[in-house]
């Protein structure tokens, strides 16, 4: 499995005042340290550093089932992650909200768990092994907020 932030084209998109998802200009505020995820490198940002507070639908087209909600990103350019070991902003909960999707980007049902840490990986290679699911994506299980996606190899 793959793991995977925002596209490096979207997080410059809004660093250069693009709007988000709410056809805003993303906020900038200052990090207060490890509760900041950016879901571009997916770590955190770190204590003092610039950020940025926007809206993000981690989806291609508006559809029922595509979530929208609040993210961070590093107000600096940072490296995108994409890689097989769980992203540093996936441990430092106890716990995720993890849900498949099909190739219409419409929720699996009865895949939508709320996942203990030290089992994120395992289910999500089980339902990755499904025929019927094309991507997982994780978020916050406080405050549902979209963290990353895990995709095939």
């Not at 419409?106 to 203990?116: C, E, K, L, M, N």
Request: glycine share 8%; proline share 7%.
């Amino acid at each position: 499995m793959i793991f995977q932030g925002l596209s490096s084209d979207v997080a410059r998109g809004l660093r250069a005042g693009g709007p988000d998802a709410n056809r805003m200009a993303a906020e900038r505020a200052q990090s207060d340290g490890a509760g900041n995820p950016c879901r571009h490198c997916l770590n955190h940002v770190p204590e003092g550093a610039g950020m940025l507070i926007c809206a993000h639908r981690p989806f291609r087209a508006l559809q029922p089932y595509a979530e929208l909600g609040p993210i961070f990103l590093c107000a600096d350019d940072c490296a995108p992650y994409r890689g097989s070991a769980l992203p540093p902003v996936l441990t430092t909960s106890p716990d995720y909200l993890v849900k498949g999707y099909d190739a219409r980007e419409r929720i699996v049902y009865g895949t939508g768990q709320v996942t203990p840490r030290a089992e994120i990986e395992t289910y999500i290679a089980q339902l990755l092994a499904r025929d019927d699911i094309a991507f997982v994506d994780i978020r916050s299980a406080r405050n549902n907020c979209w963290m990353a996606r895990a995709t095939r190899d």
